[in-house]
């Protein structure tokens, strides 16, 4: 087996990973972490289940599947992001790398989403400071890196992020930049920044891999027990209890609370579970923004030409279910192809080094950071 680091390390050449950090020096790249890249693989092949067969979720198999995903897939991408940004220092040269992987591909990907919605008749946010659809994942990944500094300083960070998260659920606080999931999930961000290579290590003791089974298992089926009485709200983060008519008790807060609870153990599971060892996959775990940013537009479009519809006259609700879950795979598959990064770099990896001030005061990085991105 593998041996497992749990440092970060540079994406491969030519590939988009912004939850990585580039090293502080000029050295080497370390060998790259099989256990959080198969994790990787594993969250975005959710990430497009979930995407894909939302439109399918008219039959109580179909919503368990859906719901059990999105009780913990973004949390869990939220706290490996911030396990792989614990070297932001708010530097010039990060500052740049921060806008060539979140700020811009953000800005290019709000604006071929919108061109899609156009197309399609879709209502559209106010403009680019609302997220569109997927893009809210960019937004707050740049706030969340950006405010790493500052956890680093200050005492009890995860205790402050717990209650910014508890205050994001209560409060009305509008929609630009998707500032009610960036306080939602900023906990998962923040435990990231916190893990030490022994939270890892007690991940693989026996003990915990049976519970996290069992864990994967018992929440699966509560999802379709209870399934019918829970609102998907719970699981999106995006709305405030206010916003949605909720009484902050007996209900609101102890459920926020729970789903809180609920998205660490799983994600801790999904963790202790994952193979560390190198496989098939392991490699596509750094291409994992390319299938994230891409994939909502296979999805609207097939949507748009009407796949969904068909799918469901021919194979019946069950059928379109199976069928759909079924093809977010190979979707998943070829959205990390060779060529099909190629076609699509310009987007998910642009060049702004023209709008990017140089000089020795930026700190330039190294030609084999810049080889990385």
């Not at 990585?20 to 990787?40: G, I, Q, T, V």
């Not at 949390?75 to 060539?100: C, N």
């Not at 992987?101 to 399609?120: D, E, H, K, R």
């Not at 509008?174 to 906990?187: E, K």
Request: hydrophobic share 50%.
């Amino acid at each position: 087996m593998a041996s497992i680091s749990t440092r970060p390390s540079e994406p491969d050449a030519g590939t988009a990973d912004p939850s990585r950090e580039p090293p502080s020096d000029p050295s080497p790249p370390k060998r790259r972490d099989a256990l959080l890249d198969n994790a990787k693989f594993l969250l975005i092949l959710l990430v497009v289940i979930g995407h894909v067969i939302e439109p399918t979720t008219d039959t109580r198999e179909a919503n368990t599947v859906y719901f059990w995903i999105y009780l913990f897939h973004m949390p869990a991408f939220a706290l490996i992001s911030g396990y792989l940004s614990r070297s932001f220092d708010g530097s010039p040269r990060r500052i740049d790398r921060l806008l060539t992987t979140v700020a811009a591909p953000y800005l290019i990907f709000w604006g071929i989403y919108a061109l899609q919605s156009l197309t399609a008749e879709r209502g559209l946010p106010d403009g680019p400071l609302d997220p569109l659809w997927l893009t809210w994942f960019l937004a707050a990944l740049f706030v969340w890196r950006l405010t790493v500094p500052l956890w680093k300083r200050i005492r009890w960070p995860f205790t402050v992020a717990i209650a910014i998260s508890l205050f994001g659920g209560l409060a009305v606080t509008g929609d630009a930049l998707g500032i009610s999931r960036i306080m939602s999930l900023l906990p998962f961000f923040v435990g990231g920044l916190l893990l030490e290579k022994r939270h890892f290590e007690l991940l693989k003791t026996t003990w915990v891999r049976v519970s996290s089974a069992a864990l994967m298992v018992v929440t699966f089926i509560l999802c379709y027990v209870y399934l019918e009485q829970v609102s998907r709200e719970w699981v999106y983060w995006r709305e405030s209890l206010a916003d949605r008519d909720v009484d902050i008790l007996p209900v609101g807060l102890p459920g926020r609370i729970l789903f809180l609870m609920l998205a660490f153990a799983l994600t801790a599971a999904l963790l202790s579970l994952t193979p560390r060892r190198t496989t098939w996959f392991t490699r596509l775990g750094a291409l994992t923004m390319y299938v994230f940013l891409l994939h909502g537009l296979v999805i609207r479009i097939a949507d748009q030409f009407g796949w969904y519809d068909y799918s469901n006259a021919v194979f019946g609700p069950h059928g379109s279910f199976v069928v759909n879950f079924l093809v977010s795979i190979p979707i998943t598959l070829v959205l990390c192809s060779p060529w099909v990064r190629r076609a699509s770099r310009w987007a998910v990896e642009p060049s702004v080094g023209g709008i990017i001030r140089q000089g020795t005061d930026t700190g330039s990085a190294p030609p084999r950071e810049r080889a990385a991105t």
